[in-house]
């Protein structure tokens, strides 16, 4: 039994790995790559953006 679950476990690291890897965002207000989200939450509610110090409602970075 052991020998059927240990690929499959490792076959589900290795996928997700390469997902989280090649998870890239683009801030929408500058067309820019970013590896990890530009939003800053600020003591108001609202995000900054710290590419463009601009405030945003909703968060200007989507999935690439």
Do not use: Y
């Not at 683009?26 to 970013?34: A, I, M, N, S, Y």
């Amino acid at each position: 039994m052991m020998k059927l679950v240990m690929p499959l476990i490792a076959a589900t690291v290795f996928a997700s790995a390469a997902f989280a890897a090649s998870s890239n965002q683009v801030c929408t207000l500058t067309g820019k790559k970013v590896k990890t989200c530009c939003c800053e939450k600020q003591s108001n509610g609202k995000l900054l953006c710290k590419l463009t110090s601009k405030t945003v409602d909703k968060c200007c970075c989507t999935a690439k």
